[in-house]
């Protein structure tokens, strides 16, 4: 870490980025309202979102602002293609083919912060008063398995997935009530997923995501 870097403003900054209501894309407030929201200096900021930018939390793209998490190995011209060309019930058959083997690497590899990260995701998303915040903490947990992973492949194209994930819209648009019922289909689903990854049963972890994400699309056809 830069030795110059000002600790209060990036904590001040973690904090931020563990609660705000992003947009769907995860794009930040500019900094200047960033910078006054948090009751510190633009130059303070910048060093703070390039300490984050350099642990892989948030990206910056000239012209278009920062955003969290890491940069999609796509470019972004190569993101809207893909969008275009694809839909809802694609993107679950990808995640469905892909994100159990990102849970059955995160089960041999995760660290214990990692792993009480992980947790502490779920138990975010179960508490969420939102929709919105619980699609944040549900987002949070997918990724920080991919980054237990330790597979920084592995991390990249799960990036680039979720950031096709997120350009295609769907099930943004629910029914009451304002968050997700006590009996949301997901919190059971997550609690097997995290358990075989603390676990280190990565077969368990596997099937778990398998289930979860097949879950996951049966809801969607069902809202269809």
């Keep these: 870490m830069d030795e110059n870097i000002d600790l209060p403003a990036l904590e001040k900054l973690r904090g931020f980025l ?11 407030p500019p900094e ?3 910078a006054q929201s948090l009751d510190i200096g633009r130059a303070v900021l910048r060093k703070a979102l390039a300490t984050l930018q350099a642990e892989g939390v948030v990206w910056r793209h000239v012209g278009k ?10 470019t972004v011209a190569d993101i809207n293609a893909m969008v275009q060309r694809t839909n809802p019930f694609e993107v679950m058959g990808a995640r469905i083919a892909f994100e159990p083997e990102v849970a059955r690497c995160a089960a041999l590899n995760a660290t214990g912060a990692q792993v009480a990260e992980i947790r502490n995701c779920m ?4 508490q969420a008063p939102t929709w919105r915040q619980y699609e944040q903490w549900d987002n949070k947990l997918h990724r920080t398995i991919g980054e237990a992973s330790q597979n920084s ?12 994930r997120r350009a295609v819209t769907w ?14 289909h997901s919190f059971a689903e997550h609690i097997e997923i995290v358990q075989a990854i603390g676990d280190r049963d990565a077969a368990g972890a596997y099937e ?17």
């Design 208 to 224: 778990a995501m398998r289930r979860h994400l097949r879950s996951v699309e049966s809801h969607m056809r069902n809202r269809g």
């Design 18 to 28: 563990a609660s705000a209501q992003l947009p769907d894309d995860g794009r930040l």
């Design 153 to 164: 492949l592995l991390l990249g194209l799960l990036d680039t997935l979720n950031a096709v």
């Design 65 to 74: 602002g920062t955003f969290t998490g890491e940069r999609p190995i796509d």
């Design 171 to 184: 099930g943004r648009l629910r029914d009451t009530p304002v968050r997700p019922p006590a009996d949301h």
């Design 123 to 126: 138990l975010k998303a179960q």
């Design 32 to 34: 200047r309202e960033l």
